[in-house]
């Protein structure tokens, strides 16, 4: 039987006394320190153990020199510090230790004495648990000395961007964690999944012969505590034990012990019903104690480095003060009526996570129950329905802030800033799925100190949000603030159609104390380039101004286009026809009718001879030089065989006939010409009848030469009639066109004459 075994079995791991029937074979030592050394009942003493109290993230504290005294003689192998079980991490050599080999086959007499100094540098928040570790030549533990300290320090995570990562199913019904990232979970074996691990071939077994456990966890030597609750049992599982003969059983008189805990001294808590705690290396129910009252289901326990011990009692979170022994001091955190609670595990922060079964289908959950929290109501749902109802998980968490729940393995790690991805966007705007939100909780043990806070040229902050994090200013510990976050792309970003624009949001401070470190979340989003703007005033007859466009005709589109970009011209204005491009339009023409775009006029012109009768839709979409570009409107317009239009033309004088002046004599006459054609016949129309303030003098002669009028050659009409009839004074002159279908315009270029009495 190894001696490491033996000596835990008879609490000589290490002693405050010499053990006396200790053999002259064995090497025994007593650590002589100081610091934090308290005696057990029924003659056993715990383990000595030190606290170096709170040292800062990042600091190193004094050195700790521990005195191990020699009760037998024999050689030893050199001392281990470690971190629950792993060396170089938060507890460390500090140099200048006795406790060597000196020298090779060095006897160490009885009485003889030797020295580990240890020094304190902690690398998370929260309470750090190690030990020193005393071998003799065999390599079997002799001593062992547990150490404690708090980080003290800020450690941000984002809770909003839990990433939930399945390692897989081993089934087990509960977890720890280790300071180095290895996970432990109990079955018929320990099964240890290093940091990580992934798969089944790096996953190894320790101990065994257990029977259906439903606790587990690891104290600062690297010492493995199950609760065996069908064999109703305590045991301990040494570092490297990899089979049953090295399993030891613990305290005694448990029927059926649910969960296991351990401090930072070695003590473990055990919840068989009630909750009940033993010194390291208890080996009977002598030395086994009951802590508070009033709990009758402690399924699920944890300890702070203070010793308050947190019991899982069915639907309550209850809390058991260091020396509590009656249910008068026991105080109940919160009592949830619908929800059974299994696991649970402590933050840095005081936050407590547990997991919550529901007993009515609504599935297990992970819960957070902030620091000062007291009722349900307070309690924040993390992570909910992610097990069946009849699921008994359990919960751990690692300095980090990441969680790990079981029987999945399920790991949710908030430590990583998240990428946020925003809908494309136009230039000068707001995307429509803006602000975007990210969480920033302080969940370390000191206040965040933030030196500045810096959003994107192109991903401002959504202003006037109250839970927004401060530019600069604190953070306290526990407390979580907002970072809001528009995607508002600005016109100087653009450098094309569209365009990807990859930023950051950055948060500087005192994370883990650092100095000016920072926290920076990648945001992306895809800005186009702004359309242009403007109208599509017609689509018509280029002859008739008509939305009947006779085949034989040209259809004229005209309308105007301008750019916030570029101001006036556009780059392209193109014409579509039943969705078809067709040409692109003349550009830079005279508007002085479109403010601030006096040439942001265009035009086109499309033989219809190509297109079929029928009614066409007709579109125009401009274009800017980025390749942004807007529909500026749709109409229709109908080609026909002929134009079915009125007639049109134009008066183009009236005049005195001899003197051509507007001025005519009352004694002379009236000359009244122009030209007046139709889309149906053509030229000459039926009739140009002529009136003088309205009222008819006559109607003029049709169908004269007027080689001008392109397309009609005949269309000149003309009327002379005497002045004598018309009063002295001023009047106007107009025409109406009537063609054969009796349809009927007031022509164009309505004339004034003054009637006189001169000749």
Known sequence: MPYARTARRFGLIPSLFAFPTATALLLVATLVVAPDVTQAQSGHFTPAAVNFSSVAVGSTSAVTSLTFTFDSSGTINAPSVLTQGAPN?????????????????????????????????????GTRYGAVVLYDSSANAIATAYLQGTGDGPLIVFPSNYVLTTFSNIGALSVALDSSGNIYLPTQTVQKVPAGCSSSSCITTLGGGLNHPTGVAVDGAGNVYVADIWNGAVKEVPPGCASSDCVTTLGGGFSYPEAVAVDGRGNVYVGDGAVKQMPAGCASSACVTTLGGGISSAV?????????????????????????????????????????IKGVALGASGDIYVTSRGDYGEGTGLLKVPAGCTTFDCAIWLLGGFLSSSSYADVAVDGSGSLYVVPSIQKLDPSNPPSLQFGTTEAGRISEDSPQTVTIENIGNQDIIISKTAYGKDFPENSGVSTDCPHAGTVSAGTSCTLSINFSPLLVSVAGPSTSLSESVSLTDNNLNGTNVMQSISVSGTETAPGPFGY?????DARTRSTTVARSDNLLVLGWAADLHDGASVSQVQILIDGTAVGNAALGLSRTDVKNYPNSGWSFTYAVSSLSLATHTLSAVATNS?????????????????????????????????????????????????????????????????????????????GLSRPDVKGYPNSGWWLKVSASGLSLGTHTVSAVATDSQSKSTTLAGMRSITVTTGP
């Open 626 to 702: 980025l390749g942004g570009s807007t529909t500026l409107g749709g109409t229709t317009f109908t080609v026909a065989t002929v134009s079915t239009g009125p007639p049109f033309g134009f008066v183009d004088q009236a005049v005195d006939a001899s003197t051509k002046s507007t001025n005519v004599g009352q004694a002379g006459s009236l000359v009244v010409s122009g030209w007046a054609a139709d889309p149906q016949d053509g030229a000459p129309v039926s009739q140009v009848q002529i009136l003088i303030d309205g009222t008819t003098i006559g109607n003029a002669t049709v």
């Open 536 to 540: 599509l005033d017609m689509a018509v």
């Open 89 to 125: 991490l938060d507890f460390t050599f500090a140099g200048n230790s006795s406790c060597t080999y000196n020298g090779a086959n060095h006897i160490y007499q009885s009485g003889d004495t030797c020295t580990v100094n240890v020094k304190f540098k902690p690398l998370r928040p």
């Open 300 to 340: 699920g326990l944890a300890v702070d480095g203070v010793g308050n011990v947190y019991a899982a009692d069915y639907t309550a979170l209850k809390e058991i003060p260091p020396g509590c022994a009656t249910s008068d001091c026991v105080i109940t955190r919160f009592a949830g009526p619908y929800y059974s």
